[in-house]
């Protein structure tokens, strides 16, 4: 499991957002959860985080943290692509 909390305007819908990161985590993905939806004016006029749950796994053997960490990266990068996602630090 990996936790993923990505900003995005307030009118980008979270189905947007999930399936970017689905299409960028790969087959090694098994599930998504979003499970946080946060505003503050901290994350800038009209922006949202979003907090996903990745759930990754492979059939043939067992992940390394790499693995899993190079996914959810491809992720983001897809969701930064697709909706404007940027990595909440």
């Known amino acids: 499991y990996q936790d993923v909390a990505v900003v995005v305007d307030e009118t ?10 689905v ?5 090694l993905l098994e ?3 979003l499970f946080d ?3 503050a004016a901290v994350l800038g006029e009209g ?4 907090t996903y749950s990745l759930r990754f796994r492979a059939t043939d053997r ?3 943290e790499d693995e899993a960490s ?3 990266e ?5 969701a930064a692509e697709k909706v404007g996602a940027t990595l909440r630090g």
């Open 12 to 21: 980008t819908p979270a189905a947007d957002v999930e399936a970017a990161l």
């Open 47 to 50: 922006k949202r985080s979003l």
């Open 70 to 72: 190079a996914a959810r």
């Open 23 to 27: 299409s960028g985590a790969g087959e």
């Open 37 to 39: 939806e946060y505003h």
């Open 31 to 33: 599930s998504i959860r």
């Open 62 to 64: 067992t992940l390394t």
């Open 74 to 78: 491809a992720a983001v990068a897809a």
